[in-house]
């Protein structure tokens, strides 16, 4: 019921910021980036997001996709699970070495040029990281405007994170956010978020302060645009739901 609860928040999310609508916020768990078509891996069973991709592009074959993946982990799943698909670019920025193993070779863009993995050193912190971003995720991704910028938000490159040994603080994420809107004008109304992993939990430096940092980022944005932003629902924001 879990899988499902998310699938349809992520799917409801994409919509949203596919009718300029957004951003929208999805809230599930566990991380499904790692799934593939036959396996599940990493604590997911359903790729979220190539879901919510795939789904969008059979409602609108016009449309556009772009998959910003920060977890610190590569996404694996979602490259093999679109690597043939040419209206989804995805890009991973991951930790070299890390699970599931894969996405060292940055030239290897697959069969249709639609996939960009970024590899950062162990240990990597805010210079490398927006580095990377800056200068060849966002490029890479933005060059042609999507109708979706989908995030797969993981925040297990938090300093405070168990899983692994990059240096991220909460801000940084903010700072994400500000590169996406600001540096490259992309509205924020097309942007949708989906959680992905992140397992310290720390109130000020854990998972739930990165997410605070980017979805402040994002609100800011959206207000100083003029748009509405709604910030609940009905029944309040919880497992599986999706608020734009």
Not at 20 to 46: D, Q
Not at 73 to 100: I, K, M, T, W
Not at 104 to 127: F, I, M, T, V, Y
Not at 227 to 242: A, Q, V
Request: hydrophobic share 45%; net charge negative; aromatic share 6%.
């Amino acid at each position: 019921e879990a899988m499902l609860d998310g699938t349809r928040a992520w799917l409801h999310a994409t919509a949203l910021a596919a009718e300029a609508r957004g951003p929208a916020v999805a809230l599930s768990r566990p991380a499904g980036h790692h799934a593939t078509a036959s396996v599940a891996m990493g604590f997911g069973l359903v790729n979220f997001a190539a879901a919510a991709t795939a789904a969008l592009l059979t409602a609108r074959p016009e449309a556009r996709v772009s998959i910003l993946d920060w977890d610190v982990h590569y996404g694996n799943g979602v490259a093999d699970l679109l690597r043939e698909e040419p209206r989804a670019l995805y890009c991973s920025l991951h930790e070299f070495g890390g699970f599931p193993g894969g996405g060292e070779e940055e030239q290897q863009r697959g069969p249709r040029g639609n996939l960009l993995r970024l590899p950062l050193p162990r240990g990597s912190g805010r210079e490398a990281f927006l580095s990377a971003l800056r200068d060849k995720a966002l490029p890479f991704l933005l060059a042609r405007p999507p109708d979706v910028l989908l995030v797969c938000a993981g925040y297990d490159g938090l300093l405070a994170d168990p899983l692994a040994t990059m240096e991220l603080s909460p801000a940084d994420y903010g700072e994400a956010v500000r590169a996406v809107l600001d540096e490259h004008g992309f509205p924020a109304e097309r942007v949708a978020i989906g959680l992905e992993g992140g397992y310290a939990l720390d109130l000020e430096e854990g998972m739930p302060a990165a997410l605070v940092e980017t979805c402040g980022a994002l609100i800011a944005r959206g207000r100083r645009g003029g748009g509405e932003t709604d910030t609940g629902s009905g029944t309040g924001l919880g497992l599986g739901d999706s608020v734009r």
